[in-house]
């Protein structure tokens, strides 16, 4: 039962680079989810998704793409990557919308030099 | 918009008592999340409450009072495992219909023997 996974669990990267971050869940659920943990700022939304084929924006998308090909994976990418998005990533997924629990992925820690 | 403020840090002895608030100010109200986080870790769900009043389960309780913006975590016979975050979270929409749920910065509770 592996529920919710990301991959990689720790990325270095350089200035420019496009990185993608994967995320994976097991438990069917509709609504996926892309957030940054920084320090001085918490957990901030970047994307969200709803099913297969829909997405949309959160607190702070520029500068990453996502895309829902399939229910189970919700990867997100930064195209070129800058120092201002070396973060922690954190991938969370739930069953729906309001009212629903959000359940978290490891996280990614990413590093741009 | 929304804000959410909670205490930055809390130190507390084991087997004590601790409460950790947060106020929230926000257009329209979907209920407030309380999330643990481990260092290092991900969050993961404590507890949810929608109406006033008092939730307890087990150890844990949440508060909710909604006339005034305000939640309490309270936390009793307090064990070291509990030195972790405690992430307040207010599920938003904004005006384009996006939803959002809003973490604050986080209280980082320290249990000393």
């Known amino acids: 039962d592996a529920g919710i996974t990301q991959s990689p669990r720790y990325k270095i990267t350089e200035t420019g680079r496009q990185v993608t971050l994967m995320c994976h869940q097991t438990w069917s659920h509709s609504y996926m989810f892309w957030y940054r943990q920084d320090l001085g700022h918490g957990l901030r939304l970047i994307y969200y998704s709803a099913a297969a084929d829909i997405t949309d924006k959160g607190e702070v998308p520029d500068g990453y793409v996502v895309s829902r090909s399939k229910t189970e994976n919700f990867p997100l990418t930064l195209e070129s990557a800058t120092r201002s998005q070396t973060s922690v990533y954190f991938c969370a997924s739930s069953e729906g919308l309001e009212q629903e629990t959000q359940y978290f992925g490891p996280g990614t820690r990413l590093l741009v030099l | ?113």
């Open chain 2, 1 to 113: 918009g929304q804000n959410i403020d909670q205490p930055t840090e809390m130190t507390a002895t084991e087997g004590a008592i601790v409460q950790i608030n947060c106020t929230y100010q926000t257009s329209g109200f979907n209920g407030l999340f309380w999330y643990q986080q481990h260092a290092g870790e991900a969050p993961t769900f404590l507890s949810y409450n929608v109406l006033d009043g008092l939730e307890e389960k087990g150890r844990f309780s949440s508060f909710l009072s909604r006339s005034k913006g305000y939640s309490y975590l309270l936390l009793k016979e307090l064990q070291m495992k509990d030195s972790a975050s405690y992430l307040c979270a207010v599920p938003t929409y904004s005006g384009a219909g996006s939803y959002q749920l809003t973490f604050g910065k986080g209280t980082k509770l320290s249990v000393i023997p």
